[in-house]
């Protein structure tokens, strides 16, 4: 933060704060908009008619359909601070805004330190020169200060008596300074953009995406044209399930900044926007499917469609249907050996589907124990959408163990199957993987039953020093059974 003047003595004019992008550091708009999608998707249709109406008519019409929650919105910190400091001497505060009136007037009542509010009112879009005049007419000969952060910012930066920023563009700190404005504070309060990109596409669960290169493992076909097609599925697949997470993401804006930690995603939390989110999945997304189409076999690309629509209807419909959630997430990572299995033109045996059925639906059933489990233990209600109650958990429990052991059972008949024997040298090694199975997973299910399991088993697994321990001496035993 840099500051030429100190706090409350530089001016007692009226300072008018704007709202999306500088008080929040999101844009109430489009987390509007997202939230409409989600919960009235027959209504998001109609947005294109209201457009035409005007930007002021299409807030009014989405801020009447849908309501964002004050109390969770990512607020910018330090120019909070400032502002409790600025009223605490008695200077009078206003939010000036683009959004509609509706809203703005219930962010303004939440936060109790704002004289009035100036917002578009379904006619007149409150933005630049609109609202260059609407505080020319509010505060005549006396002026304003003003606090904003884009280009749209730009008059009223221009004409304030003491101008100031809130995460601002480079750009706009150009234009600025080639106009001769002399910016008095920044308060920055945000990640570094490289960062939230990163922390956005999920890199971690890309480890999900190794189980593409189960069927050619399994089946010891390690030669160099069907490690290469792997390899490039691996990538395509990977670029597909960040895109889908951010697609998410975007979707789940509203119920993440309730969450004590999915708030600090970098939708949830401000930290990237919701236009720089559809740009990634949708760059993502192309050179997925450009690698789908160009290098690998049509069959991959036939799983790769299916786990985008698989997905695409789990963040806009499935998620909260009880049950048909967990098969599906069940469901995606067997998809993910299927989409091996054709990129490798390596079949996947009955055993490894069986296997896949039982293992992958204990892992989802995990995932929601103890999401519900740990909501518990802090006291919560829930506030997640999914359609689970806390009175569920015991029956969650049962069923997630129950197919965790099933595919402890069916690995064993594997092992005295005619497959094993003709790939193993020494398939009677293959038994002592079975007690770190039965070890792993019951650590699993009772670490969720402490509350002490990261929500997602997948992040658990590759963080947990006890669960790679495990992993390299299963690796170690089917390597000497091989050998």
């Not at 101008?163 to 700190?173: H, K, Q, T, Y």
């Not at 595919?407 to 064993?412: D, E, H, Q, T």
């Not at 009772?446 to 929500?455: C, M, T, V």
Request: glycine letters at 6%; charged letters at 20%; proline letters at 4%.
């Amino acid at each position: 933060m840099s500051a030429s003047v100190e706090a409350g003595t530089a001016s007692r004019r009226p300072l008018c704060v704007d709202l999306d992008g500088t008080l929040v550091k999101n844009d109430t708009l489009m987390d509007s908009l997202l939230l409409l999608v989600r919960t009235r998707p027959a209504a998001a249709l109609r947005t294109p008619l209201w457009l035409l109406r005007g930007k002021a008519a299409l807030k009014a019409e989405v801020t009447a359909r849908v309501s964002l929650d004050e109390r969770h919105l990512p607020y910018n910190r330090r120019l909070i601070e400032f502002l409790d400091a600025e009223r605490g001497e008695g200077r009078k505060l206003y939010l000036a805004t683009g959004a509609d009136r509706q809203l703005a007037a219930r962010i303004a009542n939440h936060l109790g330190i704002f004289e009035g509010v100036l917002a578009s009112d379904g006619q007149t879009n409150l933005t630049a020169g609109n609202k260059l005049d609407g505080l020319r007419q509010a505060f005549g000969d006396e002026g304003y200060d003003y606090i904003g952060n884009a280009s749209p910012d730009l008059p009223l930066l221009e004409h304030a008596g003491s101008a100031m920023l809130a995460n601002p563009g480079p750009a706009l700190r150009a234009r600025l300074r080639a106009r001769g404005v002399t910016v008095q504070r920044e308060f920055d309060d945000r990640v570094p953009p490289a960062k939230a990109v990163l922390k956005a596409v999920r890199l971690h669960q890309w480890a999900k995406n190794i189980l593409i290169f189960l069927p050619l493992l399994l089946a010891h076909n390690l030669h160099a044209g069907v490690v290469a097609a792997a390899l490039l599925a691996f990538v395509s697949f990977s670029l597909s399930a960040s895109a889908t997470y951010i697609v998410n993401d975007l979707l789940d804006i509203e119920a993440d900044r309730r969450h004590p930690r999915k708030r600090m995603r970098p939708f949830a939390a401000g930290d990237l926007s919701v236009a720089a989110g559809v740009m990634i999945s949708t760059v993502f997304l192309g050179v997925s499917l450009a690698i789908a189409t160009v290098w690998l076999p049509r069959e991959y690309l036939t799983w790769l469609l299916l786990y985008l629509a698989a997905t695409l209807s789990y963040s806009l419909y499935l998620k909260r249907v009880v049950l048909v959630d967990v098969i599906l997430l069940s469901g995606l990572y067997t998809v993910r050996m299927l989409a091996g299995s054709a990129a490798t033109r390596v079949p996947i045996t009955p055993w490894l589907a069986a296997l896949s059925l039982f293992l992958f639906l204990s892992l989802a059933m995990v995932k929601r124990f103890s999401e519900l489990e740990n909501t518990r233990a802090r006291g919560q209600s829930l506030a997640n959408g999914r359609g689970y109650l806390l009175g569920d958990i015991e029956q969650l429990r049962s069923f997630g163990t129950s197919c965790a052991y099933a595919s402890v059972v069916v690995f064993s008949f594997y092992i005295g199957s005619h497959e094993v024997t003709r790939l193993y040298r020494h398939p009677d090694r293959l038994w002592l993987i079975t007690p770190l199975m039965i070890l792993w997973l019951s650590r699993v299910w009772l670490l969720a039953s402490r509350g002490e399991l990261d929500e997602d088993p997948v992040i658990f697994a590759v963080t947990d020093r006890v669960s790679l321990l495990i992993g390299l001496a299963v690796a170690t035993i089917a390597a000497t059974a091989a050998l």
